[in-house]
């Protein structure tokens, strides 16, 4: 079993900064993908950002180059910095892994249970 846990999210005034991080730990062989997508109520889970094992990464169009996403220090961690924060950033942000649990093994994905980030303006 894998398990994600989310921190970070909060209020925060139109134009401010918050930082997401996500810890994956439980069985983990390795992780080919981590990143953030969010939701708000009526609208499809969307896309924020994704970083490979290779370090590429990958934005949604709305981002813009407001956001940064980096593995952390520590093993199995990521994180989103973001930036310029608009009011129409508000949405429960999803922390999402693709995890491979042993040698030969299947991927399977894995989401937190979501932080609220709310941005007022």
């Known amino acids: 079993q894998v398990q994600l846990v989310e921190s970070g999210g909060g209020l925060v005034q139109a134009g401010g900064s918050l930082r997401l991080s996500c810890a994956a730990s439980g069985d983990i062989f390795s992780i080919n993908k981590m990143g953030w997508y969010r939701q708000t109520p009526g609208k499809q889970r969307e896309l924020v950002a994704v970083i490979f094992n290779d370090d590429k990464t990958k934005y949604g169009d709305f981002v813009k180059g407001r956001f940064t996403i980096n593995w952390g220090s520590a093993k199995n961690t990521m994180y989103l910095q973001m930036n310029s924060l608009k009011p129409e950033d508000t949405a429960v942000y999803y922390c999402?892994?693709?995890?491979?649990?042993?040698?030969?093994?299947?991927?399977?994905?894995?989401y937190g249970p979501g932080t609220q980030v709310t941005v007022s303006s």
């Open positions: 999402h892994a693709d995890v491979r649990t042993g040698w030969g093994s299947t991927v399977d994905d894995y």
